[in-house]
């Protein structure tokens, strides 16, 4: 079973951008599909997702930790006029707290989730949470 999240700081960023779950969503399913854009090692995988009338060239940028498999966490966002990319520390970080992520069992996650440090906005290709990002 496919378990999608996104992190509170994730959250906090993607409030200052037109990204939605539905459109987090769709972009697991392409990286499902094998259309990852950068795989940066570690459990971190790179990915565009387009704006509203920017697509995904002039768009914004995720970071995830995943296993590739059944999850996937947006951990770290930016746009793409606001930064080229993230540096080697910022890296190693993301790294260490993939290996975190991936490793909690389903009862930690699902803890997280009512703790609401993680949100968890869709789950085999059904979006759970559609509350609005003010």
Not at 47 to 52: D, E, I, N, Q, S
Not at 101 to 112: C, H, I
Request: a positive charge; glycine letters at 8%.
């Amino acid at each position: 079973m496919k378990r999608v999240f996104k992190t509170r700081y994730f959250s906090r960023w993607m409030r200052k951008t037109e990204l939605t779950d539905t459109a987090l969503c769709a972009a697991v399913t392409e990286m499902e599909h094998g259309l990852i854009d950068a795989d940066l090692g570690g459990g971190v995988v790179k990915k565009r997702v387009g704006l509203a009338g920017r697509g995904k060239r002039g768009g914004a940028r995720t970071l995830l930790a995943t296993n590739k498999a059944s999850r996937w966490f947006f951990v770290f966002g930016f746009e793409k006029n606001d930064r080229a990319n993230i540096a080697d520390d910022e890296l190693e970080g993301l790294k260490d707290l993939a290996e975190q992520l991936l490793a909690r069992t389903e009862k930690q996650l699902n803890e997280a989730v009512l703790e609401e440090t993680l949100t968890e906005i869709c789950n085999d290709h059904k979006v759970q949470s559609q509350k609005p990002h003010l």
